[in-house]
């Protein structure tokens, strides 16, 4: 048997539509075969909580075997996956082409839809995923919603807590009155024809973050891209669905998926690139819708058309070149998200800012320990910080001018770590790397 593939890692499709996906006897022995294979390998040992419960269940099992497992034990380590990815992408010699045919998150996620199918998803993680529903309301009533979800709003925080389960010390982003898409259309075709990337055009996905919650990265990029000579117009026609993929309720994905390429297709046969603003949502269009509705051909050609923000900055700028961008001394800890990674594109963050001249960026491949919702729950808040710990650690080693992540959330957990760890000279905010781009060009 041998350690690692010849051929290049692939990811199959996943077979949602077809019953066999939900047999749980099958599943059952499909964990057990993998666990059994990890138990042997561990070398996911310190990538997130799952892993240390598997091994750790194993190991105090009468028979430190697989099999002592109980369905209570196999839940507990489902539940510990953030579907970050990582160890399918960085850690993992068995994926497939090779013979073992392993890929953990996507196990993980089956089981989540059998659990999904079953009604045993639980009532807050199903509210919290109706993503657009929310932010309807809470954009309605802003100033109400940001109030109570403050967390020095300890009497709402608390009952929250005790009501939702959200921990009274998670960071909850505040919600926007006006989306991006209402305050910034984009920008019509650019006058100046002689900016380098003249004639490239770029329809923004918003996404939830950006459109809804924090607009800083939306309103950078479209300055950054405009001023290259890109022309650009800001959409937002519905959540990736990612919330939902966490709740293993694929139909409700492969139906966001279908709705968001439809809306899509004609942008694109208009000759635009889509820019996902955020990691997590370029990810579900570039590599997990097709593989949840591999044969729509209008998913397949957004996947294609699709580009992170950073990956398409880096792209222009090694086209034609970018305009002249001033000097920026300054020391950049950049945090590498896991969903940036699991993109297979290198560090585009680090590429785009090493364009600032004088910029001496670093990077820090750690995970965040955030996990999209999970990060938020009273039951996991602390490993989310635990997890976190040495990301915080490295990102912020050497005291840089800048911290920066291209996730979202993973920004604002970091620095919230940083902080409660006492940490001194906390970053005023841990945004997009995008933002100091704006910032070298005077924005
Ligand atoms: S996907 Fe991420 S959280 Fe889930 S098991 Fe792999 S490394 Fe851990
Ligand atoms: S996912 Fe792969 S690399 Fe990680 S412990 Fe299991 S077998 Fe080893």
New binding site residues.
């Given amino acids: 048997m041998t350690e690692g593939s010849l051929g290049a890692p692939t990811r199959h499709p996943i077979p949602w539509q077809e019953e066999s996906y939900y047999d749980e006897e099958a599943l059952d022995l499909e964990l057990r075969r993998v666990f059994d294979?990890?138990h042997g390998?561990?070398?996911?040992f310190n990538l997130c909580d799952s892993?240390p419960q598997l091994f750790d269940l194993i190991d105090e099992s009468p028979n430190e075997e697989v099999e002592d497992l109980s369905a209570g034990d196999i839940k507990n380590v489902v539940d510990s996956c953030t579907l970050c990815d990582m160890?399918f992408m960085v850690?993992?010699?068995?994926v497939p082409p090779h013979e073992f045919d392993?890929d953990?998150p996507h196990l993980m996620l089956r089981h989540r839809a059998v659990e999904n199918r079953n009604g045993k998803t639980g009532f807050v993680d199903k509210q919290l995923a109706e993503i657009d529903r929310n932010a309807a309301v809470a954009g309605t009533l802003s100033g109400a919603a940001n109030w109570a979800s403050k967390g020095s709003n300890g009497v709402t925080r608390g009952i929250l807590e005790s009501v939702a389960g959200i921990d009274k010390r998670a960071h909850l982003p505040p919600f926007q009155e006006v989306p991006l898409t209402h305050k910034h259309v984009g920008h019509g075709p650019v006058a100046n024809a002689a900016a380098p990337a003249f004639g490239r055009k770029a329809a923004i996905y918003a996404t939830c973050y950006g459109n809804f919650n924090d607009q800083t990265a939306g309103k950078a990029a479209l300055d950054v891209l405009s001023h290259n000579g890109v022309q650009t117009r800001v959409e937002y026609p519905a959540c990736c669905g990612m919330p939902k993929l966490e709740n293993g309720d694929l139909p409700a994905v492969a139906s966001s998926a279908e709705q968001v390429a439809a809306f899509f297709e004609p942008i694109i046969d208009e000759g635009f690139d889509i820019v996902a603003l955020t990691p997590s949502c370029a990810l579900m269009m570039k590599f997990e819708w097709p593989l949840i509705l591999p044969d729509n051909a209008v998913v397949k050609k957004l996947a294609l058309a699709t580009r992170d923000l950073s990956e398409y900055i880096v792209e222009i700028a090694k086209e034609k070149g970018l305009v002249p961008i001033d000097e920026m001394k300054a020391e950049i800890g950049i945090h590498f998200a896991c969903h940036s990674r699991a993109q297979n594109m290198g560090p585009k963050a680090m590429e785009m800012l090493k364009l600032i001249p004088g910029a001496k960026p670093s990077i820090t491949e750690r995970c965040s320990g955030h996990g999209g919702k999970w990060g938020i729950f009273k039951e996991n808040f602390d490993k989310a910080v635990k997890v976190g710990r040495p990301a915080a650690r490295a990102v912020s080693k050497g005291d840089p001018d800048y911290m920066v992540s291209e996730c979202p959330l993973a920004g604002p957990h970091l620095r919230q770590i940083m902080e409660s760890g006492g940490q001194k000279d906390l970053p005023a905010r841990i945004g997009h790397p995008i933002e100091l781009l704006a910032k070298a060009y005077g924005f």
Avoid: Q, S
């Avoid at 390998?41 to 996911?44: A, D, F, H, I, S």
């Avoid at 850690?91 to 068995?94: H, I, L, R, T, W």
């Fill in positions: 294979i990890c390998c561990r070398r996911c892993f160890c850690k993992c010699p068995y392993l953990f």
